[in-house]
């Protein structure tokens, strides 16, 4: 009986304690900021180039797919209204030609996804390291003790007044004008 009433005693005083810790632990809250790094890639004026230059080569990727596409149909055509009028030889050899296409196709497009995806990855990490220093920088002036990325972090909701989005992707563009 002594030992349970002791027992009690005890948990009773690490309950306090830990109240007590809790208290002090709510006095000092954390300041939390925000910053979509998705909408820094879409308005800064780096982040547009980026964009910009992943477009241009994607463009330039699915015209060299267009023309391969063409050729692939005008060869089917051939085949389809020139069939009666060939040779077996001539049939088959369209055939082979047909099929050699679409597997070069099939390869090119698997090579342009994986050089896209490559690129994106790249240049994208380019833009984050830039960012780093910027965003730490506000961190540090506005003292706060996290910033979180909404589009990584699966946010729900945000005071709008921690958001840095805006002042990161001035920081960027000044940065940037000021190497050029």
Do not use: H, W
């Amino acid at each position: 009986m002594r030992a349970s009433r002791r027992n009690t005693i005890i948990l009773s005083i690490i309950m306090m304690v830990g109240l007590v810790s809790l208290g002090f632990a709510q006095e000092e809250k954390m300041k939390v900021g925000v910053v979509n790094s998705n909408e820094v890639l879409q308005k800064s004026e780096e982040g547009k180039r980026v964009l910009s230059q992943l477009e241009k080569k994607r463009d330039e990727k699915r015209e060299q797919l267009e023309q391969l596409d063409k050729e692939i149909r005008e060869l089917q055509s051939k085949l389809n209204t020139q069939r009666m009028s060939l040779s077996s030889e001539a049939v088959t050899q369209l055939r082979n030609d047909i099929e050699e296409k679409q597997t070069r196709r099939k390869r090119m497009a698997e090579d342009m996804d994986r050089e896209m995806q490559n690129l994106s990855q790249r240049l994208f990490q380019r833009v984050q390291k830039e960012l780093l220093p910027i965003i730490e920088e506000i961190g540090k002036e506005k003292n706060l003790d996290l910033i979180f990325d909404l589009s990584q972090s699966g946010v729900i909701y945000f005071k709008p007044t921690i958001n840095l989005t805006a002042q990161v992707i001035e920081r960027y563009d000044a940065q940037k004008s000021a190497e050029k």
